[in-house]
């Protein structure tokens, strides 16, 4: 099993329309009635927009350096797929200075849990869009690399393609970068994403990581409940 450092970080990921942000946000509130002190997605870009800039050097330079292997990394496996963009590079500068902010974050704010909406692994589906590449070998080699450098725990939420596709075009306009799609058209691009899901969570029990699979069909407070009793287990061993 992946060492988890403290406080505990939990990634969550699934297909748009799972409800990662609403059961995550129902968890923190949950949990914050009772004591704990939980910080989201939200919290850390508040601290990001005013953050000093003591940290922003520490960042820029220590905290990039320690995590430029990662960097070359992602760099050397868009150069071998096409197209090679600045849009590329930038990613991959891009997600060694997040995961530094994220360390100097927790270590200023120090609370008890973090919960992320598809943090490492969001990063992860942008490169697999990009270079057309949604299921494979490939792409679980490339989630290998971003789970190693970030010991975390995962939530997985499980929606099938066509429910999310319902969800997603029954959204209201502004919500989704799925506005104004027909819905069949919904469902395809969910079903590309689906298997590249599926690459991320063999990755994840490739590497030994907490996994929690959850089923996004189920009625909210079950899956909150479940989430919390899962935190619960996971804090006390």
């Given at each position: 099993?992946?060492?988890?450092?403290?406080p505990?970080?939990?990634?969550?990921?699934?297909?748009?329309?799972?409800?990662?942000?609403?059961?995550?946000?129902?968890?923190?509130?949950?949990?914050?009635?009772?004591?704990?002190?939980?910080l989201?997605?939200?919290?850390?870009?508040?601290?990001?927009?005013?953050?000093?800039?003591?940290?922003?050097v520490?960042?820029?330079?220590?905290?990039?350096?320690?995590?430029?292997?990662?960097?070359l990394?992602?760099?050397?496996?868009?150069?071998?797929?096409?197209?090679?963009?600045?849009?590329s590079?930038?990613?991959?500068?891009?997600l060694?200075?997040?995961?530094?902010?994220?360390?100097?974050?927790?270590?200023?704010?120090?609370?008890?849990?973090?919960?992320?909406?598809?943090?490492?692994?969001?990063?992860?589906?942008?490169?697999g869009?990009?270079?057309?590449?949604?299921?494979?070998?490939?792409?679980?080699?490339?989630?290998?690399?971003?789970i190693?450098?970030?010991?975390?725990?995962?939530?997985?939420?499980?929606?099938?393609?066509?429910v999310?596709?319902?969800?997603?075009?029954?959204?209201?306009?502004?919500?989704?970068?799925?506005?104004?799609?027909?819905?069949?058209?919904?469902?395809?691009?969910?079903?590309?994403?689906?298997?590249?899901?599926?690459?991320?969570?063999?990755?994840?029990?490739?590497?030994?990581?907490?996994?929690?699979?959850?089923?996004?069909?189920?009625?909210?407070?079950?899956?909150?409940?479940?989430?919390i009793?899962?935190?619960?287990?996971?804090?006390?061993?």
């Open positions: 099993m992946a060492t988890l450092v403290k505990i970080v939990i990634e969550s990921f699934g297909l748009p329309g799972a409800g990662k942000s609403t059961i995550c946000q129902q968890v923190t509130a949950i949990l914050h009635q009772e004591g704990w002190h939980v989201q997605r939200h919290d850390y870009y508040r601290w990001l927009q005013r953050c000093p800039w003591t940290v922003k520490k960042v820029h330079t220590y905290g990039y350096l320690k995590r430029f292997p990662i960097t990394k992602i760099l050397s496996y868009a150069l071998m797929r096409p197209p090679l963009n600045r849009w590079q930038r990613l991959a500068r891009t060694a200075l997040h995961h530094a902010y994220l360390e100097e974050f927790l270590h200023s704010t120090s609370p008890r849990l973090c919960l992320l909406d598809q943090w490492t692994l969001q990063s992860l589906w942008s490169i869009v990009t270079h057309q590449e949604t299921d494979g070998a490939p792409m679980t080699t490339m989630a290998h690399m971003l190693t450098d970030a010991p975390h725990a995962y939530i997985y939420f499980h929606l099938p393609p066509e999310a596709a319902h969800r997603v075009a029954h959204r209201p306009t502004g919500q989704s970068r799925f506005d104004d799609l027909p819905y069949h058209d919904i469902e395809k691009i969910l079903k590309q994403y689906e298997s590249l899901l599926q690459a991320i969570r063999i990755a994840i029990e490739e590497q030994k990581c907490l996994l929690l699979c959850l089923d996004a069909t189920k009625p909210v407070p079950d899956q909150v409940d479940q989430v009793s899962w935190i619960k287990s996971m804090i006390n061993k």
